[in-house]
């Protein structure tokens, strides 16, 4: 252990009513991509919040290069190298690239800011990651993909000798991911600590070396990537035994024949200027149609002009053979149409209002305000949820802030089943929540078709859609490719399509 | 002797008020009304007297009543805008044009009362709809909505009043603000059903949810079905009628129309009502009796320092020190922060706002806010 850089030991931390740490060790070598694994709520945010001195430890040690630390604040963290970014990235979309590289040390000379320094200072942070930008123009001109590798720049700027990377690539796509990881392999060369928090489990055996395991605030286990068959870490994440995770994992959508009913859902030609090319889509009762493509391709926008969030200009629209034209949300949802947006934050939840009322809302905003559910149905009706999606809270009065991803998600899905909806759009329902819950979140779509509900599917993992999907839609650059049926789906497939240039299908 | 027996009847009342809030949001806002009564009690000679008079009751504690019921109406109108993430600056200048619409048609026009009043509260509750419709229709910031119709408010109002102050007689609007009711002044009946009637709009429908909802997060309240404008029209327009009867009491009080001076400045006080009354200005929660009582302390406020002598000039500094304070004691990371600076304080503060920790059936958050 002579050359660790980081060690934890005993680490504990405690909220009320949970023991979010308990006892943790953990350790980290120089030059050594690790990565942190657990399902929501297993401690993993917290381990990073307490180590980089959001939250106050309630005890355990932490050794830095041998020396005890106890930073109190994230400041004081990165005065001793330990550098975070965070999922969502933290920087200010108006400044340009190097004043948010700079932000908070800004080379002064008797107090006014030396602004060639800053860019001189940027460039340099950047070309660590062989990366030559403009910093003079706006952070938000570039994609999220490059604003997450900027955020790195800004930590690795702190001269770090630890960068905590917490979910980095969740909102990047394939060849975004492999320009990261480039990087980090570089870096890691380079003798800096990484620690790898992601629920992308191909990404893990990509690019770490080690895993640690986290169970309900507990370690479970260090093991070496390259020994630790995938099953296995599942299994170590949600705590059952490998031969029941095999029966999740195999769980394909069963291959009956799709009802010769007539479609729920028919779309021509549907298409918005700048955001969809015209496309055709069906959905019937009982059928699950996957929407595969790269993030970008149009997926959320085809979402947004079924739900009527965006207005189409042109291409029509029928539901049960009655034409349809929705300007707003409230006009699909009278139609029966329900949907779980991309970003849940943004549209999805509402943060400081209870289960309760996140459960009822969408419920209650077709029933009007006069006739209000009373006090009563309000809470048998969350209860029933909480119940049925098995929903980890508190009480039903906790605020859905303090829910985990996955516990909010299966909120939004409650709120969205109290309305009793015929067709179902689910826009990537399983991004950023653990395994054991996107099992649940996967079984409870199936019992949905089988209750004769149609289903839009979006998700950018291909094998989710291709174990879900009875049907599968294909777009790129905001065009649908190909139209995959039973037999036709698998990843190889869809991936074909996407990377295909004409329009032609695919050779199977 | 009567005095020293109701006194610690007031005491018991409000005593056990407060023992009830323990753990609701209001507890501090009723809490800081009963320290500031509690200072009167013991230092404003007084300040506790009550007197009956014809079988009404006089006395400061009345006044504070009687001269809170403005802020308390605007910021019952007040508190629904701002829980939507707005916030509404015309109400000062409504309440003047709602007094020169009433008295112009009562002295000038020669109207009954009822029609004067009636005319006043569409006028203003017109004016609030225009509110709502630029911010809602035409998705104006609320501030510079509102703001266009504060400055230009005045203007209609002396407009109307054709640059005279209008003074009248009239009996009825002379009651509206100088009225007595059940021995007490007829404004507090006024407040008292507006908040019920206000209850009734946003607690009995699912109005409070929506609002509530769109203040949190308007986007997705949107992909949830939920007319937002519709909700934020609505606030607006309510706000407007509120902004109208508290114009009424203002002029009833003073028996006449001064375009120029009524309500001026008290949009600021029905913000600071609201405030004060545990609802936060970016919206969401919203707390209407929480909003009373800010206006309630506010006015008590006003009247303690007007008791105690001090110059009107520099009044608004303790004033303003004494929100501060209130604001800070709301925020549950500055009383945990006080409570680690001052030890023994601490064990005595840090129960009484929060809720009590609830039981966990499943202890599994990813980053759970102590």
Known sequence: ?508 | MIDWVSDLLFWIVFGSILFLLRGQRIFWSVGALGLLLLFNQFFTPGFFHIQILDGHLYGSRIDVLNQGAKVMLLSLGMVLVIATGGVDLSVGAVMAIAAAVSSRLLVTEHQSAGAAIAAALVISTLAGAWNGVLVAGFGIQPIVATLVLMVAGRGVAQLITEGQIINFLDPTMVYLGNGHLFALPFTLTLVLVTLGLAFFLVRRTALGLFIESVGDNDEASRYSGINAKQVKFLVYTFSGFCAGLAGLVACSNIKSADANNIGLYLELDAILAVVVGGTSLQGGRFYLIGAVVGGLFIQTLTTTLYARNVSSDISPVPKALAIIAVCLFQSESFRTRLSHVVRPFGRILKPLGSRPPQKSITATHDSPKP
């Open chain 1, 1 to 508: 252990m002579a050359n660790s850089l980081l060690e934890i030991a005993g680490l504990t931390k405690g909220f009320p009513g949970v023991k979010a740490l308990d006892a943790v060790d953990f350790a980290i070598q120089r030059g050594e991509i690790h990565a942190l694994m657990g399902e929501n709520g297993a401690g993993k945010s917290t381990l990073i919040k307490v180590l980089t001195g959001v939250f106050p430890r309630d005890a355990g040690e932490t050794r830095l290069e041998d020396k005890i630390i106890a930073p109190r604040s994230p400041r004081e963290a990165e005065g001793l190298g330990i550098s975070t970014v965070y999922q969502e990235v933290n920087l200010i979309p108006h400044l340009s690239v190097a004043e948010n590289i700079c932000l908070g040390r800004q080379p002064t000379w008797l107090g006014a800011i030396r602004w060639r320094a800053i860019a001189k200072r940027a460039a340099a942070a950047l070309a660590r990651l062989d990366l030559s930008l403009d910093v003079n123009r706006q952070l938000s001109s570039y994609s999220i993909a490059i604003q997450q590798l900027i955020a790195i720049a800004r930590a690795l700027d702190i001269s770090a000798k630890l960068l905590i990377l917490d979910e980095p690539t969740s909102s990047l796509d394939r060849t975004e991911v492999e320009e990261l990881f480039k990087k980090l392999r570089k870096l890691r060369e380079s003798g800096l600590g990484i620690i790898f928090i992601t629920h992308f489990l191909d990404q893990v055996y990509e690019i770490s070396d080690l895993i640690t395991v986290l169970r309900n605030g507990r370690r479970v286990g260090c093991f070496a990537t390259q020994e630790l068959p995938r099953i296995k870490l599942v299994s170590h994440m949600i705590g059952k035994a490998v031969h029941q995770v095999e029966a999740l994992e195999q769980k394909r959508a069963s291959t009956a024949s799709i009802r010769s009913e007539a479609p729920m859902l028919e779309a021509h030609g549907l298409g918005r200027k700048g955001s969809l090319r015209p496309l055709d889509l069906d959905i019937r009762p009982g059928e699950v149609v996957g929407l595969a493509g790269l993030l970008g391709s149009g997926r959320t926008e085809t979402a947004k002009l079924l739900f009527g969030v965006d207005r189409p200009d042109q291409g029509t629209v029928r539901i049960n053979r009655q034409a349809v034209r929705f300007n707003s949300p409230r006009a699909a949802i009278r139609y029966g149409i329900a949907l779980t947006p991309e970003d849940r934050k943004v549209a999805g939840i509402i943060p400081n209002l209870t289960v309760r009322e996140n459960i009822v809302l969408a419920l209650q905003a077709s029933r009007g305000s006069w006739q209000r559910l009373s006090v009563t149905e309000q809470a048998k009706l969350a209860d029933r949820f909480i119940q049925a999606l098995a929903i980890k809270t508190p009480s039903r009065e906790q605020t859905v802030r303090n829910l985990s991803g996955g516990n909010q998600q299966k909120v939004l899905l409650g709120r969205w089943l109290a309305t009793e909806p015929k067709l179902f759009i689910l826009d990537e329902p399983t991004r950023g929540i653990d395994v054991g819950a996107k099992a649940e979140v996967e079984k409870l779509i199936q019992s949905l078709r089988q209750d004769g509900l149609a289903v839009l599917f979006i998700s950018s993992e291909l094998e989710e859609v291709v174990r879900q999907s009875q049907r599968v839609v294909v777009l790129r650059d905001r065009r649908k490719v190909v139209e995959l049926t039973e037999g036709e789906i698998s990843e190889e497939t869809i991936m074909q399509s996407i990377a295909t240039h004409n329009l032609e299908r695919p050779a199977a």
